[in-house]
DNA sequence: CCTACTGGACCAACGACAGTA
DNA sequence: GTACTGTCGTTGGTCCAGTAG
């Protein structure tokens, strides 16, 4: 400042180029006309070779690139979605990203998501509520997502809501009740629920202690009337339902309070495997043998379940796979509308392990 | 279109008009100028509203809001950031985002980003070469990110590379070696590791079996290097040192491979709690009781270690703390640089649980 | 001089249409 | 006419004067 008023104080013209400089001083990026300047050719050519259109001589081309290269210029993503008016963005509106599943769905949409050449813009809510999502939604919207992919766990985020909050952005809903919305892509939950039930009666077991997730979620819902449903067909009733919040923690609780009450039970099933290793503990804590005096399952199939003690039998759901299938389902929805499928399903499977045995082998709790 | 050529064939500025029509087809979307001509004021009035800037008159507000619903207005965060010369976005390059740990680390960072009003921008790698490295900043600038973060676990990533790759924003690296940027952000794995080894020395082991992560990354490397420096303060040497993958498996085969050479040892460190499940699994497959023949140490404490047969010691480092800390140390950069910390570390904690024990109750390997 | 509002320039790119050789 | 290259208008906003009361 003290500087510059050295000399006699300058007229209007200069007096508004000093204005101009300052305001760019808060960020000076090189533009396209930088480099169309420093390669001698119009700002137009440069924006041909960025985006590789034929028409322009080779010889001009890389007179571009090496300028690009000189002046260290990034052509900005955000001047090229405004003026092509769309961007390569997808959005995801997350629930529950700190548990295992989720959090690993997120990642491999994320990778899915980049595979087919666009951005991810994430927004997780605390709850599903319709405030929340609407305003996940909203934050989505204004940053132009070319569509959205919503986890929706939970019951109460329900049909009519989701949909009618962006009629006119293709979403896919995942991991949620088919009717939710126009396009779902889920695991059936249920049949994998049946799974779990059918291989533990195939043992001869009749004494079922049940410890779903959270009931507000979908998947714990449906693990659980799949798991009622084939207890029913042999007309069994389980000797306790229980409800926890998908860690060890809870279902080492759920069981310790099953053991309290004297419930029977020769069988467990858990709503995943992280609860299952909760429940693997709390019977070993008390002398209770696994499979021998108890069966567990559980549900998942993560990658530690093989080592747990003993080596867990459970229901197998390829979260890679379901966001993968997610993610094309949106990017079909948008690419080509008319090939978009409407729901796709994930089939679980069932992997026996250790922690499964014919029932009356041992002591029962 | 058969409908519209029911009338005369327009003439020439009719035409024009079509053509325009056309173009907007693409994405129509309502702007500032559609609500502030439905609100009869000026489109920056509109804006001011928007922004909420004071010198709007209470009544022209509303006015204004109430055009804003009815045309389900939503303000476009790119044409905002192009005329503000900046984005609210901050770059995260990640690596080996599908383990436990990054994933968790990248969950925090979007919480805690948005907290702090930021968007995340996300970018994953393959490998930490300095090729991708540069190709994932590249995308980063070109979206204009105001800084970065970056995962750079490998010691390959090392120094210079990162630092030069983006002179010019704001990087802050995070749970590396505090050497390889400006801005460091890390847990100290160091005496983590010096911990583990200290806790079994005071239990009177001198029989030390070692698995580490792969170590190539620094945590992996660091956390070694911070049990063998206890190792020699005692003037022990381990019996054997093995590397392993970080997971389950690894820390299975890996125990097994200690097993089958009939290596002597009676305490196990284990690069983390997965692959200490691992080896917890291999060691009572052999009827080798934990504590009772082995003590076994892991690393981390994950919300599933204390269910582990038997729960295990462990060392604990908080990944949210650490993903927020990385997350303020950024912010800072950007908003208050004067008030920027260099080398920001978090001291992790051991967590005795009962998979270690005074050495010399039972069998040994 | 403050309050409330308006108009014009600008951001960094793209697209259509000309213009040049 | 074909192969390039440049000009102009546009995108959806923000910012900086300027103006009327």
């Known amino acids: 400042m003290t500087v510059l008023s050295l000399g006699p104080p300058p007229i209007s013209e200069p007096l508004a180029r000093t204005q101009v400089d300052m305001h760019k001083l808060r960020a000076k990026s090189t533009t396209i006309n930088d480099v169309a300047q420093h390669a001698g050719v119009s700002y137009q050519t440069v924006s041909r070779v960025i985006n590789d259109h034929p028409s322009v001589a080779q010889e001009t081309r890389s007179r571009v690139h090496r300028a690009i290269r000189q002046l260290d210029y990034h052509p900005s993503a955000v001047a090229r979605s405004l003026a092509q008016k769309q961007s390569t963005t997808l959005g995801v509106v997350s629930y529950g990203i700190f548990h295992a599943g989720p959090a690993q769905m997120l990642a491999r949409l994320e990778s899915a998501a980049s595979e087919r050449g666009y951005d991810l813009a994430h927004v997780n809510v605390g709850t599903l509520s319709h405030t929340q999502l609407e305003q996940a939604i909203q934050k989505l919207r204004r940053q132009r997502v070319q569509g959205i992919i919503v986890f929706a766990p939970l019951l109460e985020a329900g049909a009519e809501p989701l949909e009618t909050l962006c009629p006119d952005l293709p979403m896919v809903i995942t991991d949620a009740e088919p009717r939710v919305g126009r396009f779902v892509s889920a695991v059936d939950q249920f049949t994998g629920g049946r799974l779990a039930a059918q291989h533990l009666i195939g043992l001869g077991h009749t004494e079922f202690a049940l ?27 389980p000797q306790a339902t229980l409800q926890a919040d998908w860690t060890a923690r809870g279902g080492y609780q759920a069981v310790c309070e099953l053991l309290e009450r004297h419930t029977p039970f020769s069988a467990l099933l858990m709503g995943n495997d992280q609860m299952a290793l909760g429940a693997l503990w709390a019977l070993e804590q008390r002398g209770l043998s696994v499979p021998g005096a108890v069966s567990v399952v559980g549900f998942d199939d993560l990658p530690e379940s093989p080592y747990y003690s003993p080596p867990l039998t459970t229901v197998r759901q390829d979260f890679a796979q379901l966001a993968q299938q997610s993610l094309d389902q949106l990017v079909a929805c948008i690419e080509t509308p008319e090939r978009a499928q409407q729901l796709t399903m994930l089939l679980p499977s069932l992997v026996v392990r250790s922690s499964t045995a014919p029932v009356g082998r041992g002591t029962r709790p």
């Open 211 to 237: 410890v779903s997730g959270p009931l507000s979620w979908y998947a714990a819902l449906i693990r659980q009337q799949g798991w009622l449903s084939v207890l029913e067909q042999h007309k069994l009733t």
